[in-house]
């Protein structure tokens, strides 16, 4: 077996092997369960090789998945990945309340500027609805939680 020979033999062993490697595997934790306001917080790291694993937070509020609408920032796209969230104790007066930080993407001449943003969210009395305060602004607003598609 002369040495082209091999190459294409060697080659066509790995290649199976690398593909079957290459794939998206997704680990999920549940760090915050809040059984009486229907509260729960994961960690998700999400490994896609060759490119590498990244790590966010998604909340669920009722088993929904929380996704916040773009327009409330001026975001390049609606809002489901965090990069902090946690929740109060149950013995805490804000029990009803998580909190949440994630990077803010807003188109600007010249290119985009990203900032980390950071909320206290609180559901509201009318399904789907929830009040978002900036904990830097401490402005308020109710905003109706955007509904996943299957885009993502």
Not at 5 to 20: D, F, H, S, V, Y
Not at 39 to 63: M, T
Not at 71 to 80: E, L, M
Request: hydrophobic residues 40%; glycine residues 8%; charged residues 25%.
């Amino acid at each position: 077996m002369n040495l082209r020979q091999k190459r294409t033999w060697l080659g066509g062993l790995l290649l199976p092997l690398l593909a079957a490697c290459n794939g998206h595997k997704v680990e999920r934790v549940v760090v915050y369960e809040n059984d009486v306001h229907h509260w729960r917080i994961e960690h998700v790291v999400a490994h896609n090789w060759p490119a590498g694993s990244r790590q966010y937070y998604e909340v669920f509020l009722k088993d929904r998945l929380l996704i916040l609408p773009a327009n409330t920032f001026n975001d390049v796209r609606d809002i489901r990945e965090f990069i902090a969230a946690g929740g109060f104790d149950i013995s805490n007066w804000r029990n009803d309340t998580v909190v949440v930080a994630f990077e803010n993407v807003q188109e600007r001449k010249g290119g985009n500027e990203h900032f980390v943003r950071s909320l206290m969210i609180t559901p509201t009395h009318q399904e789907g609805e929830v009040i978002l305060a900036d904990m830097t602004t401490r402005q308020q607003v109710a905003v109706q939680r955007v509904e996943p598609g299957g885009d993502h």
